[in-house]
């Protein structure tokens, strides 16, 4: 996965783990311009997801596996992260 942005790289980890009827993202940073995060690097995003594999989880498991989907990226490319996770049909 060299050469990629961020985005493409956060999406496509988004893709092979939860496999989303839909997804969108919304790179933020620019919005966080001067902050802490930001000028260290890390990315701010809004992913908004749709999967089967939320059916049944509360919003604290959902979080988790939108989170263990993106592993270590959280560690340096990514300070903060807004989710909104759905199961089909809640859309």
């Known amino acids: 996965m060299t050469g990629q942005t ?9 893709v092979m783990a939860l496999e989303p009827l839909s997804l969108e993202l919304f790179d933020d940073s620019e919005k966080h311009a001067g902050h802490k995060g930001n000028v260290q690097g890390g990315g701010h995003f809004t992913v908004r ?12 498991q959902r979080h ?9 990226m959280m560690e340096r490319e990514i300070h903060a992260l807004s989710i909104e996770a759905k199961a089909p049909g809640e859309e």
């Open 6 to 14: 961020r985005a493409e790289k956060l999406r496509n980890r988004l």
């Open 64 to 72: 988790r596996l939108v989170y263990d989907a993106v592993g270590d």
């Open 49 to 60: 997801i749709v999967s089967a594999a939320f059916e049944g989880k509360n919003l604290i």
